[in-house]
């Protein structure tokens, strides 16, 4: 009896025990379990991983960019379809030009393009930098941002975003800088997220940097510190930033935000320049 005794005292502790082990090990695969990240002052390569100073002409080099294409609306009802076409981006003079037209073309009424570098420049911590001038005009959404390249954590918003700039044109001159997550994204009104208003977006180049580390996502324009989003150290639900990521490059017309005062044909053609592109790798510590 003292046997029996001891064994159901000890069975709830067991129990109690190898429930601890399977959820851990449950978190664990899925990422939620947190590890503490201190800020190392991380640094970064002086020579780029990856650069494009789009010095040539015709197309974007194969070697370094993809494009998406189709005109499903991209998940914000957007108004234009993404082509590969020369006519939609295009290298001459030292840039790059994406530009988005007043044309029918698979079901839209304007065609564009976004440019990834996916599979051809994936990066995980580091800093990247793109000088760009923007377009003009009410329905003009250009943007230079990040999607992961292996959704590790699920669908959007889960494995995350980092937007490095976005832009609308019925709110011209004014910069945003965001991330996306589970447990903040727009959708829910919480993403983190800085807004900076910059003359001349239109007429002269700035440059848009996201210095990425495990410790936190740091967003500049003109190398002034403008955005700030700190690894909480509580799970990929709040920081799925340590996967692979991938640049991408584009103008969408219309949609639930670049449309949200109309779109103003007559502003068509509009096109995004770009100077440069490049990738600097982390310094690991």
Not at 60 to 80: A, F, H, M, R, V
Not at 85 to 91: E, L, P, T
Not at 234 to 239: D, E, H, M, Q, T
């Amino acid at each position: 009896m003292k046997i029996i005794k001891s064994v159901l005292f000890l069975l709830p502790l067991f129990s109690f025990l190898l429930v601890s082990a399977q959820n851990a090990g449950t978190a664990n695969q899925s990422g939620d379990t947190a590890v503490k990240i201190d800020d190392m002052g991380w640094v970064f390569e002086t020579v780029p991983s990856f650069a494009d100073e789009f010095n040539y002409s015709g197309i974007p080099d194969t070697t370094k960019w993809g494009y998406d294409i189709g005109g499903s609306g991209w998940g914000n009802n957007e108004l234009q379809y993404y082509t590969s076409q020369v006519r939609n981006a295009s290298v001459a003079d030292g840039k790059l030009t994406i530009t988005a037209i007043r044309e029918d073309a698979g079901g839209r009424n304007y065609t564009s393009a976004r440019l990834v570098t996916k599979y051809k420049a994936d990066i995980k911590y580091g800093r990247i930098e793109v000088k760009a001038q923007l377009p003009a005009g009410i329905g003009t959404w250009p943007a230079i941002w990040m999607l992961p390249t292996d959704w590790v954590y699920g669908d959007w918003p889960r494995s995350g975003e980092i937007d490095i700039m976005e832009h609308v044109g019925y709110d011209q001159d004014v910069v945003h800088i965001s991330t996306h997550c589970e447990a903040y994204y727009f959708w829910i009104k919480n993403e983190k997220t800085a807004v900076r208003k910059i003359e001349n977006v239109s007429s002269a180049f700035h440059l848009y940097r996201v210095d990425w580390t495990p410790f936190a996502i740091r967003g500049y324009i003109d190398n002034e510190l403008v955005f700030t989003n700190r690894n909480e150290n509580s799970g990929y639900k709040a920081w799925p930033f340590d996967q692979k990521f991938h640049l991408l490059l584009n103008i969408a017309v219309g949609g639930n935000w670049g449309g949200a005062k109309g779109v103003d044909e007559k502003v068509f053609p509009a096109a995004m320049l770009v100077d440069y592109v490049r990738f600097y790798s982390m310094v690991n510590k």
